[in-house]
T-cell receptor, first 114, second 116 residues
Framework: ETGVTQSPTHLIKTRGQQVTLRCSSQ?????VSWYQQALGQGPQFIFQ???????GRGNFPPRFSGLQFPNYSSELNVNALELDDSALYLC?????????????FGPGTRLTVL | DQQVKQNSPSLSVQEGRISILNCDYT??????FLWYKKYPAEGPTFLIS?????DKNEDGRFTVFLNKSAKHLSLHIVPSQPGDSAVYFC???????????????FGQGTTLQVKP
């Protein structure tokens, strides 16, 4: 059973560019959540996908968008990058979006915006 | 609006002693609480959880206490080991309600250092 994987590990972009981050969920998991962790802060919920549909969104602007594919892997897209988007982006997978099921986190993608 | 707060950024304890990490929350809709541990260059890993119908949950060296009236929870690690040195995050979730359901709200984290 493979765990949650994310790619790339690190990424450097400039302001105004667009970025796509990828997440492969753990085997058997159909729910993926994305979190942004700024330096010195806890992870902040961006959105969640359940069976290819968005199932809840945090306080992030529309330039943060996502997708979930039939194999339950997911992408996070960020348009018009800003300096404050520099952070660690974490994805977590779980079964059936139930909060009592453990969420398994990937190692994250470190995004730096210059 | 910080709904989950960990007011101690860091904690240092001696190996073998007790570590107590604290967490406060403001949203009365939260009914499920979790602790995660995070090592550098790794994602958070689940440690222990507690439902609001309980006031204590124990798993080996780890015990979480919940005081609903004070909106406070704490994680006790006994005995502490050097391998426990990590960042600990408290998180909360709501099984009902429109704004929090399905997502985890994290505190800022507490860095625990256990000295040999």
């Amino acid at each position: 059973e493979t765990g949650v994987t994310q790619s790339p590990t690190h990424l450097i972009k400039t302001r105004g560019q667009q970025v796509t981050l990828r997440c492969s969920s753990q085997s058997g998991h159909n729910t993926v959540s994305w979190y942004q962790q700024a330096l010195g802060q806890g992870p902040q919920f961006i959105f969640q996908y359940y069976r290819e549909e968005e199932n809840g969104r945090g306080n992030f602007p529309p330039r943060f968008s996502g997708l979930q594919f039939p194999n339950y892997s997911s992408e996070l897209n960020v348009n018009a990058l800003e300096l404050d988007d520099s952070a660690l982006y974490l994805c977590a997978s779980t079964r059936d979006r139930i909060i009592y099921n453990e969420q398994f986190f990937g190692p994250g993608t470190r995004l730096t915006v210059l | 609006d910080q709904q989950v707060k960990q007011n101690s950024p860091s904690l240092s304890v001696q190996e073998g002693r007790i570590s107590i990490l604290n967490c406060d929350y403001t949203n009365s809709m939260f009914d499920y609480f979790l602790w995660y541990k995070k090592y550098p260059a790794e994602g958070p890993t689940f440690l222990i959880s507690i439902s609001s119908i309980k006031d204590k949950n124990e798993d080996g060296r780890f015990t979480v206490f919940l005081n609903k009236s004070a909106k406070h929870l704490s994680l006790h690690i006994v005995p502490s080991q050097p391998g426990d040195s990590a960042v600990y995050f408290c998180a909360a979730s709501a099984s009902r309600g429109s704004s929090n359901t399905g997502k985890l709200i994290f505190g800022q984290g507490t860095t625990l250092q256990v000295k040999p």
